[in-house]
T-cell receptor, first 113, second 112 residues
Framework: KAGVTQTPRYLIKTRGQQVTLSCSPI?????VSWYQQTPGQGLQFLFE???????NKGNFPGRFSGRQFSNSRSEMNVSTLELGDSALYLC????????????FGPGTRLTVL | DQQVKQNSPSLSVQEGRISILNCDYT??????FLWYKKYPAEGPTFLIS???IKDKNEDGRFTVFLNKSAKHLSLHIVPSQPGDSAVYFC???????????WGAGTKLIIKP
């Protein structure tokens, strides 16, 4: 079974631009979560989607948004990029919303110049 | 407000010895705890979990201990191997809210 895939793997943008990241969960997984990882900060929860609905949201500004499609694939969008948005963005999938074990993709490394 | 804390940013252990990684939490409502391992350029991978009804869970070389009264959990790796060198994250959740709360991670270095 294929794992969680994320595209692109690396991205360089400039301040003020917007970016869209994509995540394809493991086949059959309906829950997709997004995290931001910065050095020394661990994983900061962005949001979680289940069956195309956002079920949980972390403490991030409205510039960060996401969606999930009927095939469970998910996208994350960041508008008006700031230097502080440079991070590794991780997507994780799991079978169901109450499933504690998540399976992570390799992440998208976003650099904002 | 960090609800899950890993106070050691890094830990160096001799190959073959025991590695002990610690994690403290503040929210007494947490009832499910997980450890993940992360290699550079890869996403975290699930290692082991424990629910609050237990105080110990073992899986091969990995054992997680939970002390609810102290709000403390630890991951023991015995014996430590070079492939164990990675960043280890602990995470916690409550039964009513699936959202995982993560610690900042501890970088484990196994010395040959």
């Amino acid at each position: 079974k294929a794992g969680v895939t994320q595209t692109p793997r690396y991205l360089i943008k400039t301040r003020g631009q917007q970016v869209t990241l994509s995540c394809s969960p493991i086949s059959g997984h309906r829950s997709v979560s997004w995290y931001q990882q910065t050095p020394g900060q661990g994983l900061q929860f962005l949001f979680e989607y289940f069956s195309e609905t956002q079920r949980n949201k972390g403490n991030f500004p409205g510039r960060f948004s996401g969606r999930q499609f009927s095939n469970s694939r998910s996208e994350m969008n960041v508008s008006t990029l700031e230097l502080g948005d440079s991070a590794l963005y991780l997507c994780a999938s799991s079978l169901a919303i109450l499933e504690g074990t998540q399976y992570f993709g390799p992440g998208t490394r976003l650099t904002v110049l | 407000d960090q609800q899950v804390k890993q106070n050691s940013p890094s830990l160096s252990v001799q190959e073959g010895r025991i590695s002990i990684l610690n994690c403290d939490y503040t929210n007494s409502m947490f009832d499910y705890f997980l450890w993940y391992k992360k290699y550079p350029a890869e996403g975290p991978t699930f290692l082991i979990s424990i629910s609050s009804i237990k105080d110990k869970n073992e899986d091969g070389r990995f054992t997680v201990f939970l002390n609810k009264s102290a709000k403390h959990l630890s991951l023991h790796i015995v014996p430590s191997q070079p492939g164990d060198s990675a960043v280890y994250f602990c995470a916690a959740s409550t039964g009513s809210n699936y959202q995982l709360i993560w610690g900042a991670g501890t970088k484990l270095i196994i010395k040959p």
